[in-house]
């Protein structure tokens, strides 16, 4: 007994040590001074008009649910990346589609406004040669994409202002079918069997600016028809894989093969409920829904801290009554390791939806980011890999993008 007692002491002990020495994030951190650290999906801006909010600021997730600041991404050296101009679907009507052109014009000015307001910190990025040099010029690099086309829906002839303004990359569709393509996620299925004209036609216009089209969110059919059609490689900005946890969300390994084959790039999301079994039955969300009506049918983001506190231990004890669980640092890496595996690492990158409801316990905020390098140099890769995940491969894709742009489309714009 007295032996069993020792026992268990030496080996709390032996890993007590073993943890210390995994958090020994030293070497890792000295990598990513290195090299160029991006993530392709920062919904950040989402947070820009909140009152009070500062991305000056330190904030902490279990406080008010933020993941991105300037101070933490100091703390996890990510140089910047992709700030989404996102858009909740709402009504395809002509009412619905002005509101939407509106909401997305104000989003984008509140980037660039925010970059300006900090020009000291931030600068907006439009060409692949622009991360490096402002990474040298100690600032934060500010990448703009749009995630889900529903501002352009009223007039698709926006993206040329959108561009023009900074825009490189574009998603067309969000969790519901919109005019532009099928979603993965509509619980109707498919309305046009992939693209609808009007998105055919929003393909052959980003190929001629030199915008990234991103697949993330749109229907297994849509990435068939967007590789086949578009002249540029494709990128997924926020996806994890259907291999190791299947979800109409992820994609397959055969579709990954064939976007690596054309030079595309993956970003690997960390969505807990895209990459693990979620459990969240009806009645959960029913719950779930419950909970937010009692705080007057606000977003989360529109609480104050207080309520916000409130709002997360009535989450964590509903949680806890059904079972569900959310994903962890480990199940995030296993992800990260397969699609690399599958892909080939100058095809992968990381695009975890960061304040668009990624991060896992364990990988909470950006400040936790020389985990995943760390984990990285577990696994064996090396620091040219490393870097070509951390940001090599999307900077390749989007001089790769550029380069395939009809140069007199792109000048009629710029001049
Ligand atoms: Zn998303």
């Known amino acids: 007994m007295k032996h069993a007692v020792l026992a268990l002491a030496v080996s ?8 210390a020495q995994a958090e020994d994030l030293s070497k890792a951190k000295a990598l990513q001074q290195r090299i160029i650290t991006l993530d392709t999906h920062l919904d950040t801006p989402a947070n820009f008009s909140r009152p009070g909010w500062s991305i000056l600021d330190h904030h902490h997730a279990d406080e008010d649910g933020t993941q991105v600041d300037y101070p933490r991404m100091q703390e996890g050296l990510l140089d910047g990346g992709f700030w989404v101009v996102y858009t909740g679907q709402g009504p395809r009507t002509p009412e619905g589609n002005l509101k939407a052109r509106d909401f997305g014009l104000k989003r984008l000015a509140e980037i660039r406004e925010m970059a300006a307001a900090n020009a000291d910190k931030f600068e907006i990025a439009t060409t692949a040669d622009d991360a490096a ?12 994409s749009m995630e889900n086309a529903y501002p352009l829906e009223s007039d698709p002839s926006l993206l040329s202002a959108y561009y023009k303004l900074g825009l490189r990359m574009l998603s067309l569709v969000h969790t519901s079918n919109n005019d532009f393509a099928d979603s993965s996620t509509d619980p109707k299925g498919p309305e046009w069997n992939g693209l609808s004209p009007k998105g055919k036609a929003m393909i052959a216009e980003a190929n001629k600016l030199g915008i990234v089209l991103d697949q993330s969110h749109a229907s297994d059919t849509v990435f068939d028809q967007m590789l086949e059609l578009s002249k540029a490689p494709i990128i997924l900005s926020h996806t994890a894989a259907d291999a190791v946890n299947e979800h109409p969300r992820n994609i397959d390994d055969a579709r990954i093969r064939k976007l690596a084959a054309k030079g595309g790039v993956i970003q690997v999301n960390s969505l807990s409920a895209y990459i693990i079994p979620t459990q969240r039955t009806p009645e959960y969300q029913a719950a779930a829904r419950g909970l937010m009506t009692q705080f007057g049918g606000r977003s989360p983001r529109e609480l104050t801290p207080a309520e916000f506190k409130q709002l997360a231990q009535q989450r964590e004890a509903l949680n806890a009554k059904f079972g569900v669980r959310r994903a962890t640092f480990d199940d995030y890496m296993k992800h990260i390791l397969h699609i690399i595996e599958v892909a080939g690492p100058d ?6 939806d960061w304040d668009g409801g990624g991060g896992v316990t364990g990988l909470e905020d950006v400040s936790l980011l020389p985990k995943i390098t760390q984990g990285l140099l577990d696994a064996g ?5 490393i870097a070509n995940v951390w940001g090599g491969n999307v900077i390749r894709l989007i001089g790769q993008v550029q380069a395939a742009a009809d140069p007199d489309a792109v000048k009629a714009i710029l001049d």
């Open 12 to 19: 709390l002990l032996l890993s007590t040590v073993a943890s």
């Open 133 to 144: 040099r402002i990474k040298k010029a100690g600032k934060k690099i500010v990448y703009i």
């Open 347 to 352: 095809h992968v990158g990381l695009g975890a």
């Open 381 to 385: 890769y090396t620091e040219a890999q």
